[in-house]
Structures are given as structure tokens and as C-alpha cells.
């Protein structure tokens, strides 16, 4: 059985990086994934993987609970799972295809389908219409790291009178904040650095109800 992954793609048709979702599926399809879906243009994609033997002891188990799998390289942000072969080869394919067909990097972080179920599902605030709900995934754990640390006084702060709230799940960050906030809370100036934004590790922050859409 192939495994389904969920493709995060960094600044996709934001600063003049322009992609169109046929364009960026029929670049996908070349490098040799079974099944490509492009869902909404903020660079988020569906692909099966038909390699997915490779991607062992480290997934969701049939309870939702994301195994305890040995961590062979630093882990893609979502995921107490470390970076397996598998997972690392779907990045390379997918950075890839892109720059090949675009001609610059896009960081892309990768995410398996059921995995991407158990972080929706682990969403800790009350879902309220006057706020955002996100969360904040990286291309490598140890990203999601210094994030947690940097903003560690944040997900201390446990009140939701301010105008936001932080919440450290597995190998993510779920951001509550006021609407017309997300660009200068606290959390957003600091996740603003340029550590987290440019290099071969950055971060990607997607709204709650986008990541509920990434299905077949």
C-alpha cells in the first residue's frame, strides 16, 4: 500500500513566488508519484508515494498515537517520528521537481496523511470565531525547537484574554490569536526571524481549517 503524504510547501504565490496548482501537480507527477492533489494555493499538496515500504516503525499507530520509533535524523516538524528514509526521499523528490520546474527552492515540509490527522485532531484551544486557529510546522524538529524555546515565555502564558495563546503539541506549535493579530503578536514577530523564515530548515504555519481540506 503507498503511503499518503501531506506536502507543506514555504511561501508558495506569496513575495512573487507564483505557482499555479495544474502546473505544480503535472511538475509533481514527473518525478514519479502515483496520485497528486493540490489543495487551495497556499502550497499544499496530496501525493501517494508508492515506495511506502520505506517509511517503517514510525507512523501513527491504529490508535492515533504517533509511535516511538528509532530517530534517525532530525525529525520533520509534526512529528515525535524521526525523518526515516522514506519521508526524507518524498522532500527530495518534491524540492526537486520544484526548482527544476521553477527554477528556485521551496522548503517543503512533509507530513503522512494520518499523522497530519493526529495533530488536527491534538488541537488544545476552543475554536472561537473572533480568533485564528494555526499551526506551525517545520522541515526539521530541531526548528520547532528553538521556536518552543525562543517563544517559551508565550507557552508559559496560559490566559486567552491576550491576544494570542501557544500550545507546544508533537513536533508543532497550535497558535490561537486574535484576528487581525497574525501579523504583529508577539509569536508572529517571532516567528518572523529570518532563522525561521530562509535556509534549509524554516518553518510553515497553516490555518486549522486548511489542514482539515487535505484529503482525497
Known sequence: MPNTWVALLRGVN??????KSADLVAAIREVGFSRVKAVLASGNVLVDDDDGDQETGTGAGNN???GAGP?????????SAGLTRGRAEVRRR????????YGYGVQVAVVRLDEMQAVIDAYPFA???DRHAYVTFATDRDVIAALAEDAAGLLAATSASGSERLALGDGVI????????????????ISSRARY?????????RNLRTLRKLAW
Do not use: C, H, Q
Request: avoid cysteine; charged fraction near 20%; hydrophobic fraction near 35%.
Open 197 to 205: 523564515r530562509a535556509g534549509a530548515e524554516v518553518i510553515t504555519t
Open 127 to 129: 475554536e472561537v470565531a
Open 71 to 79: 530517530d534517525t535524523n532530525s525529525g520533520v516538524g509534526g512529528l
Open 174 to 189: 497550535y497558535w490561537e490569536v486574535a484576528k487581525g493579530s497574525s501579523t504583529n503578536s508577539p509569536f508572529a514577530k
Open 64 to 66: 492515533g498515537d504517533m
Open 94 to 101: 518534491l524540492e526537486t521537481a520544484i526548482d527544476a520546474r
Open 14 to 19: 506569496v513575495g512573487g513566488n507564483t505557482i
